[in-house]
């Protein structure tokens, strides 16, 4: 159980912070569409990697430097012009004032969901390499596993179905605008890291 809450904790912690991707899984709750496709999405992706990371392949990862220089880059040029695209709807105003009103088709929302979740090295390196290190030191990987994944299955969909919760604030066409500036912020600010950091 130790190591179940371990993992869950750990988990929880790392993708908490408001990201790319926790962003677009937000403006998806806000709209109501395709939220349980993109909560799923996130949770599986996040599923997959862990179960690489704790089964071994942060080592390939770090011992592969060219590989996160790869994805990093991806990153950055695909959070920029996703960043463009919320900040250029934050300027025209009144594109999508309410819920399921002019979003994407479900494989446009999973295409941009899957560039955010496996083109980002953050994700890469906070799931596969950190958390498959923190799990080496428990005897019980699987128990740790099991929590880290159940912790990302809880956060992603409390997000996206907890978004709703905020449409009486979103009915104004204002608070779409302050959502896509900060929505292309976040993802400027993530591109600008990847650039100066890596």
């Known amino acids: 159980m130790s190591a179940y ?4 904790g750990t ?4 993708i908490v912070a ?6 677009f899984v937000l403006k998806q709750g806000l709209l109501r569409h395709h939220v349980f496709a993109t909560c799923a999405f996130c949770a599986l992706s996040d599923a997959l990697l862990i179960t690489a990371g704790v089964m071994g392949a942060g080592a ?10 790869v994805m990093r880059w991806g990153g950055v040029i695909f959070l920029l012009a996703y960043g463009a695209k919320a900040f250029l709807a934050a300027w025209r105003g009144g594109a999508a004032l309410k819920a399921g009103q002019g979003a994407a088709s479900l494989g446009a929302t999973l295409a941009v969901i899957a ?12 799931t596969v390499v950190l ?4 799990s080496s030191g428990w005897p019980d990987k699987t128990g740790f596993l099991i929590g880290a994944v159940s912790g990302s299955i809880i956060f992603f969909f409390a997000l996206g179905y907890g978004a709703r919760l905020l449409a009486p ?5 204002i608070a779409w605008q302050v959502l896509d500036v900060l929505v292309g912020l976040v993802m400027w600010s993530i591109a600008l890291g990847l650039i100066l950091h890596g």
């Not at 988990?11 to 790392?14: A, K």
């Not at 408001?18 to 962003?23: R, S, V």
């Not at 560039?115 to 906070?126: G, I, S």
Request: glycine residues 6%.
């Open 169 to 173: 604030v979103f009915a104004k066409p």
């Open 131 to 134: 958390l498959g290190s923190i």
């Open 11 to 14: 988990s929880l912690s790392l």
């Open 60 to 69: 390939i990862a770090s011992s592969a430097p060219w590989f996160l220089e």
């Open 115 to 126: 560039a955010l979740t496996w083109l980002n090295p953050h994700v890469w390196l906070d």
């Open 18 to 23: 408001i990201g790319a991707q926790n962003a």
């Open 5 to 8: 809450l371990a993992g869950f």
